[in-house]
């Protein structure tokens, strides 16, 4: 039997060059099919031959054929153009190629959700390295500090019915052209934000123009400006004395926004809000001129608190959302990033909490209940306020990162908090770890994805 048009030869030699045409002919045929599958009836709509093979060769796949073998070698062994900046030309990972750039990505545009999927190794390696960036807070340079592995920063996030592109900070910039996008929150908003100045520091250097009252970075090549904004909690904060709470206490305002970042948000084209673990801290809660509670403070004489830390978080997510939303003169989007995830385990942060010794992403997450608990108040807030806001609430946006970043235990310092030859990073005799980190995360590392996360919905909204 032959394939049409191909007539079988007589003789040892002749069937060998037979079937060596023949071997050709079966490998365009699968080819052909697979196209036509894609164009037809694919899973990733709008995704090519190219981005599909392409996404099995990093790893996407667990079923990769010789098609996707044929693919990936052309495209991963040249066509690669070196970033701009500080780059060490021997990191592969800190290469823009020109096929990732220009090929088609199956992503499907406001339908497809980013938060549920998987994490999955990637040998391509992190979007900058501490060396290639200069803001990394020094906390949270974790090769720098010492840290053995470097597994932790190769791990990507695969959703389940599309893909998440890698960050390509030339299409960021050019997307904000003129645009300011601000990150409001404590310190893993501070976190997330130099994480992405990391990332555009490949390909421009930016000016540093800010103040005390926040941090301000200007990309001159688009003028995209990029800014900080300290808020602990998102609503106002004083330390003077509220009737029997005592000066110097911190008082949380539950029901008043904080004017600190409200009096700039009609600037702002992106807002990228972010809040809860200060409500761990020893403070006082306000609600209506009075004093309805408090955390790890409260005298005995004042009888029962009418509320808690948890239900103080969801009052002040409500106030803050709203007034966000309800801002006449605020024309952007706001996006809520959810409860950040912390990974200490036998003890708080205080009391000899550990993430020593993880190095890749948990098979499965072990839930904590004082996490979930902090995420379900802060996503049924954000429902409320968009439900009650009307043609309003299109406004806000759910950056919903709780759950796949519980996984990622491997992510943090953990004891590589500082460069210090002497530090302990391993338990004493007595089993106590040395003190550790495992709240904030390794830059470069898993914070680089949120990253990600919020280009894709940036682009849903700004790009339409």
């Given at each position: 039997?032959?394939?049409?048009?191909?007539?079988?030869?007589?003789?040892?030699?002749?069937?060998?060059?037979?079937?060596?045409?023949?071997?050709?002919?079966?490998?365009?045929?699968?080819?052909?099919?697979?196209?036509?599958?894609?164009?037809?009836?694919?899973?990733?709509?709008?995704?090519?031959?190219?981005?599909?093979?392409?996404?099995?060769?990093?790893?996407?796949?667990?079923?990769?054929?010789?098609?996707?073998?044929?693919?990936?070698?052309?495209?991963?062994?040249?066509?690669?153009?070196?970033?701009?900046?500080?780059?060490?030309?021997?990191?592969?990972?800190?290469?823009?190629?020109?096929?990732?750039?220009?090929?088609?990505?199956?992503?499907?545009?406001?339908?497809?959700?980013?938060?549920?999927?998987?994490?999955?190794?990637?040998?391509?390696?992190?979007?900058?390295?501490?060396?290639?960036?200069?803001?990394?807070?020094?906390?949270?340079?974790?090769?720098?500090?010492?840290?053995?592995?470097?597994?932790?920063?190769?791990?990507?996030?695969?959703?389940?019915?599309?893909?998440?592109?890698?960050?390509?900070?030339?299409?960021?910039?050019?997307?904000?052209?003129?645009?300011?996008?601000?990150?409001?929150?404590?310190?893993?908003?501070?976190?997330?934000?130099?994480?992405?100045?990391?990332?555009?520091?490949?390909?421009?250097?930016?000016?540093?123009?800010?103040?005390?009252?926040?941090?301000?970075?200007?990309?001159?090549?688009?003028s995209t400006t990029i800014i900080r904004i300290w808020s602990s909690w998102l609503v106002h904060r004083s330390v003077e004395a509220v009737e029997f709470a005592p000066q110097g206490l911190d008082k949380v305002f539950l029901d008043i926004p904080d004017e600190t970042f409200m009096e700039l948000l009609p600037s702002f084209d992106v807002l990228v809000l972010s809040s809860g673990h200060w409500f761990a801290k020893r403070s006082a809660y306000i609600l209506n001129a009075n004093v309805v509670g408090g955390q790890l403070w409260w005298p005995r004489e004042a009888g029962n608190m009418q509320m808690n830390n948890v239900d103080g978080f969801a009052v002040s997510v409500e106030t803050c959302l709203t007034a966000v939303a309800m801002n006449p003169n605020f024309k952007g989007i706001a996006v809520l990033r959810?409860?950040?995830?912390?990974?200490?385990?036998?003890?708080?942060?205080?009391?000899?909490?550990?993430?020593?010794?993880?190095?890749?992403?948990?098979?499965?997450?072990?839930?904590?209940?004082?996490?979930?608990?902090?995420?379900?108040?802060?996503?049924?807030?954000?429902?409320?306020?968009?439900?009650?806001?009307?043609?309003?609430?299109?406004?806000?946006?759910?950056?919903?990162?709780?759950?796949?970043?519980?996984?990622?235990?491997?992510?943090?310092?953990?004891?590589?908090?500082?460069?210090?030859?002497?530090?302990?990073?391993?338990?004493?005799?007595?089993?106590?770890?040395?003190?550790?980190?495992?709240?904030?995360?390794?830059?470069?590392?898993?914070?680089?994805?949120?990253?990600?996360?919020?280009?894709?919905?940036?682009?849903?909204?700004?790009?339409?």
């Open positions: 039997m032959s394939l049409p048009g191909m007539q079988a030869p007589v003789g040892a030699g002749g069937i060998r060059q037979w079937l060596s045409k023949f071997m050709v002919s079966v490998v365009a045929l699968v080819l052909a099919l697979v196209v036509i599958s894609l164009s037809v009836g694919s899973s990733l709509p709008g995704a090519s031959l190219r981005a599909y093979l392409t996404t099995g060769a990093r790893g996407g796949s667990k079923n990769n054929t010789a098609a996707d073998f044929l693919l990936s070698t052309r495209v991963f062994q040249g066509d690669q153009e070196p970033l701009h900046g500080t780059v060490n030309s021997s990191e592969a990972s800190l290469v823009t190629r020109e096929d990732d750039r220009n090929m088609p990505v199956p992503v499907a545009t406001g339908t497809c959700d980013l938060y549920r999927g998987e994490w999955f190794f990637d040998s391509s390696g992190p979007l900058y390295t501490n060396n290639s960036c200069p803001l990394i807070t020094k906390t949270q340079n974790c090769q720098a500090n010492g840290r053995p592995d470097k597994g932790y920063e190769n791990w990507r996030w695969k959703p389940e019915k599309c893909i998440l592109p890698r960050f390509d900070a030339r299409k960021f910039l050019e997307l904000m052209r003129g645009k300011t996008l601000a990150f409001v929150g404590d310190s893993v908003a501070r976190n997330q934000m130099e994480s992405l100045l990391c990332i555009l520091w490949q390909v421009d250097t930016p000016v540093n123009n800010g103040t005390k009252r926040m941090q301000k970075w200007i990309f001159r090549s688009t959810t409860y950040s995830p912390d990974h200490y385990e036998g003890g708080a942060w205080n009391t000899n909490g550990s993430c020593t010794g993880k190095v890749k992403p948990l098979d499965e997450v072990v839930r904590n209940g004082f996490t979930n608990t902090m995420y379900e108040k802060q996503v049924a807030g954000f429902k409320k306020v968009v439900q009650n806001s009307g043609e309003h609430g299109s406004k806000l946006k759910l950056m919903d990162i709780t759950e796949p970043f519980s996984s990622r235990v491997d992510g943090h310092p953990g004891p590589y908090r500082s460069a210090d030859p002497n530090k302990k990073t391993q338990r004493g005799p007595d089993g106590r770890p040395p003190p550790q980190d495992c709240l904030h995360w390794c830059m470069p590392g898993p914070v680089d994805t949120w990253n990600e996360m919020l280009f894709e919905t940036i682009k849903r909204e700004l790009a339409g």
